[in-house]
Each structure stands twice: as structure tokens, then as C-alpha cells.
């Protein structure tokens, strides 16, 4: 499968603890997104990468979370205390240069509930 | 406040009956998508339009880019079962990064 692959799929943590998601996009995408759904509601832009640099974060993205993708290659997504407002649907995706005109591929996300 | 509201958010019809989700904004896009998302997966691109007025067919779906640029529209012929999912409408603003999603416009076509 060379579509874009995100891990794991199912997170179950308990409030406070720290995070960790993993995006590996496909292989000659340069730009990688992440995004968060919550349930009944369209994807939500946290963070744009393009290669290494980390070029837009949202101001969804709080102190608490934290993404890097170190070789231009796959991206971890990090929330730190995690908080029961954090249980969504983290959606990566990935693109060549050339904008949104370019086909935009998604993963099959990470589902994280926070008990 | 959402970028891009989409009409109706929820759609349950018949087999063989034609529909049509809305995706309005205030806004200009200098690009729009439709995406079909179904439960658990992660969104699949269905069509880009890049200029207004523009009309593009794919199968028993068609899309309809505003004049303006700032809405669209998705009409299903002859819906059927294997229609049903979560249709998003995405926008894209020169000079920005992200593409803003619509609220979502979820389809059941009941057999």
C-alpha cells in the first residue's frame, strides 16, 4: 500500500498523559498536512509542513501540542496533557508542490478519546 | 465561525431519487474541492474547480463552481446506496496553505 499510512488508528489515554501520532505520507509528497475532526464536523487545520519546515500552525494548536517531521519524510503529531477537548479524529495528509490544485491525499486518521 | 456552510447536514433519500448539497461562503476561493468521507476513513477526493462558473461532471455527479467564486454546489443523479457517506465541500485561498473544510453534508440512500 503506498497511500498515505498513519499509526496507530485507535488511542484510548487517560487525561494527562502524553501522546504520540505517526504520519508517514507518500514517498515523493514534499508537503504534509494535519487536521482534526470531531465527530459531525468538517476537518480542522492544525499544521502545514513543506519537506522539514514547519511553515503554518494554527491557533488550534495550543502549547500542548507539538508536530515535526525531522527528514522532510513522516511527521509526529504530540500532545502533551492530554484533555478530554483533544478526543477527535487527527487526520494527516499529504501532496506535491503546486498547491491545493495538486491532489491532496488523506490517511485513514487516528481516532483519540481521552477518558 | 465556519468559512464554508453547507446545506443541508443531513440527507436521507430514496434510491433513484436526485439530490443536491450547497457549500456557501462570504468568501473567495481561488480553488474548491468535494471530498466523500465515510465512516472511519479518511477524505477522498472526488473533483477540483478552479474557475467560476465552472461545471464538472464525474459519473451521475456535478459540480458547479459559483461565478463569484465564493459557493458551489454537488448534484447526485439516481442516488444510490453506494453513495451514502459524508460529502465535504474544502476551499483553497491564494496565498494560504491550508484548505478550509465545509461543516459536512452526511447522505444516506436508503435500498
Known amino acids: 500500500d503506498t497511500g498515505v499510512s498513519q499509526d496507530p488508528r485507535h488511542k484510548i489515554t487517560k487525561r494527562g498523559q502524553n501522546v504520540t501520532f505517526r504520519c508517514d505520507p507518500i514517498?515523493?509528497?514534499?508537503?504534509l498536512y494535519w487536521y482534526r475532526q470531531t465527530l459531525g464536523q468538517g476537518p480542522e487545520f492544525l499544521t502545514y509542513f513543506q519537506n522539514e519546515a514547519q511553515l503554518e500552525k494554527s491557533r488550534l494548536l495550543s502549547d500542548r501540542f507539538s508536530a515535526e517531521r525531522p527528514k522532510g519524510s513522516f511527521s509526529t503529531l504530540e500532545i502533551q496533557r492530554t484533555e478530554q477537548g483533544d478526543s477527535a479524529m487527527y487526520l494527516c495528509?499529504?501532496?506535491?508542490?503546486?498547491?491545493?490544485?495538486?491532489?491532496?491525499?488523506f490517511g485513514q486518521g487516528t481516532r483519540l478519546t481521552v477518558v | 465561525t465556519q468559512l464554508l456552510e453547507q446545506s443541508p447536514q443531513f440527507l436521507s433519500i430514496q434510491e433513484g431519487e436526485n439530490l443536491t448539497v450547497y457549500c456557501n461562503s462570504s468568501s473567495v476561493f481561488s480553488s474548491l474541492q468535494w471530498y466523500r468521507q465515510e465512516p472511519g476513513e479518511g477524505p477522498v477526493l472526488l473533483v477540483t474547480v478552479v474557475t467560476g462558473g465552472e461545471v464538472k461532471k464525474l459519473k451521475r455527479l456535478t459540480f458547479q463552481f459559483g461565478d463569484a467564486r465564493k459557493d458551489s454546489s454537488l448534484h447526485i443523479t439516481a442516488a444510490q446506496p453506494g453513495d451514502t457517506g459524508l460529502y465535504l465541500c474544502?476551499?483553497?485561498?491564494?496565498?494560504?496553505?491550508?484548505?478550509?473544510f465545509g461543516t459536512g453534508t452526511r447522505l444516506t440512500v436508503i435500498p
Open positions: 514517498s515523493e509528497h514534499n508537503r
Open positions: 474544502a476551499g483553497h485561498q491564494t496565498g494560504a496553505n491550508n484548505l478550509f
Open positions: 495528509a499529504s501532496s506535491q508542490t503546486g498547491g491545493w490544485n495538486t491532489e491532496a491525499f
